[in-house]
């Protein structure tokens, strides 16, 4: 029985933890590659919106999740034109984003609220998914947690391992050095903006495909800038925002159990908890390196080649 | 193709003033073409969105209410990214002197009625509540980015999640009206406790005289002080201005206090001029909002009280759109986020000329 609730515990912690994981990841690709994009939010909860359109007018969840991903994408791709190509300021041009996202969120999805659709199956392999404690955890997931546990590997070989991810991290650490090489820095940020794009849908996709499953104004209620303060807390290194990940779903879900069981706290004390835990998480790291010294050196400013 | 900046070697004055302009422009181009998107009439909606909220009296007014805070906010923020600091948490400073200022109104409330206490004092005190507050909740990540070097964008922004579950906890708790019928707000505010109106029986209350003062107060700092200078160094030549002596952590606390504390003021003056209690969301997104105004507004006094107004009209516009036309408040916002990244895209072209090249990419 105890093992049971162990089990479930842990189960929608990992739940919890997806969509965090997936936004972060993209975010953190393209902070390593110098840009910071503060628009994740935005993109999320368009991916979201969309996503869930899709579904219902194709009557698939697959091309919805498509649709989410390719309308992060197209946010991305808005705040890529605009910092990379044009020079404008990163830190307002997300913001912008963000505002923007939220508002055509609301207009992609105003006529969705209400619906309800099947949430995305979860995977059953025969003998594996019956394994008591590892078989619910790791063989049944729905495919978006296997995303997820496929992008923290897929990056943190890629960043460490790969020519790519090293050119990658020499663009964001100097871009002037690596522009000297030959390297082209602002298509491969480019690139790296629509990949945090891309992975910011999926993540908005997998709220309202799976997690909900349904479509809801504002439903990401700031999980985007969570993600971004993951990466942070991170210090940018992908197994570490995982980590980070797993402890911010396990205080969302800490919270959900605890109103459940109505423990006689206030219910915006704990709404709160993963907000301060994000402050204290932003303490505690920064008390642990003090000048911030795991930043890319380059993260946020702008590039402009002189010929 | 490529796109290639050349930068300027003067900065362009007429592109300082065509460019917020022209960006405008563009962003009502892009937004007629989701108003045509959605099935309406780009035409009308221009005429409700733009030309009818100026066509009467008590819309102009309306105008001026709902630019009070939004030029109130975006002023102290203009500080804050002149210096290249970011505080994006204003709305949760909005919040927390709205909180503060309207509890001194709360706690003072039968006493002045039964004659127990004089009355003129409590105003000003409520004011002064709520400003301090905003003020000491923007240091919050000041001190946290000084101290340890936290992310002032993540800390203040979480800090304004914290602020809105806070006054929603408080409104629906210990503050809520005894004699409400269980709704949950404060006592309506006594008379003494609200802001004058300015055109008597009128919507137009004396915060709107504050946000005036504000604008001027901000220009004569921003160009005739030296933490002005300061200010404007650091943001734009920020090792020069470590070389001159001026302190980092000084600057960046008092940018925070002074963002912080107008956002206070903004906040007690909606409360007391606006609102007249306390409820549990007493923001539309004014701190949001300002961030526009600001950019919008070019981070100049004068150009943040232009933009106040452009905001305020469109917000207004909004609304009526939405009754008149049936057109979703959040076409509003997404306008507002198109009008920001138009007016940042359009910055560029005062620092730089862009050239298009067809042929291969670099």
Redesign the interface.
Known sequence: MSLQIFELVLFTILAAATPLVIAAIGELIVERAGVLN?GVE?MMICGAATGFAVAILTDSSEIGVLAGILAGMALAA?FGL?TI?????Q???G?????????????IG?QFIGLKRESLGHLYIPLLSDIPLIGKLVFSQDVFVYAGWALVVGTAWFLSRTRAGLTLRAVGENHASAHALGI?V??IRFLAVLFGGACAGLAGAYLSLAYTPFWA?GMTA?RG?IA??LV?FASWRPLLAFAGALLFGGATVLQLHAQAASIGL?G??L??VP??A??IA??I???RH???GAAPASLGVGF??E? | MR???E?RPVRSTAMEIISPLAAFAIAVLIGGG?IAM?GKSPTQAFHVYFIAPLSEIWSLQEVAVKATPLVLIAIGLSFC?RANL?N?GAEGQFVVGGLFGGMVAVYTHGAINDGLIGGWWVLPAMLLAGTLAGMLYGLIPAL?KVK????E???S???V??AE??L??LVR?PLRDPKGFNFPQSVPFEEIARLPYIVPGDRLHAGVLLALAAVFLAAFIMRRTLFGFDVRLVGSAPKAARFAGFSDARLTLAVFAISGGAAGLAGICEVAGQIGQLQPVISPGYG?SA??VA?LGRLQPIGILLAGLVLSITTIGGENAQILMKV???????????L??CV??A??LT??R?KIRLGA??
């Open positions: 503060l935005g808005l605009l190509f044009m020079a404008a300021n830190v307002a041009t913001l912008a984003l963000t505002i923007l996202g939220l508002g055509l969120s609301g207009l105003a082209p602002r298509k104004p700031g800038w971004l303060a942070v206030p915006q004390l709404t709160a907000y301060a994000t402050i932003l303490i790291l920064s008390l003090r000048r911030g402009v080649p010929r | 796109i290639e900046l930068t989701i959605l990214y970011w994006i946290l340890l070097g936290a992310s964008i993540l800390t922004l979480m800090l999640y914290l579950l806070l929603d906890y708790g949001f961030i526009i950019f979703p408040l959040d076409t509003t916002r997404a306008f507002q986020g198109i920001l990244m940042l895209a910055d560029v620092r730089y862009i990419s670099s």
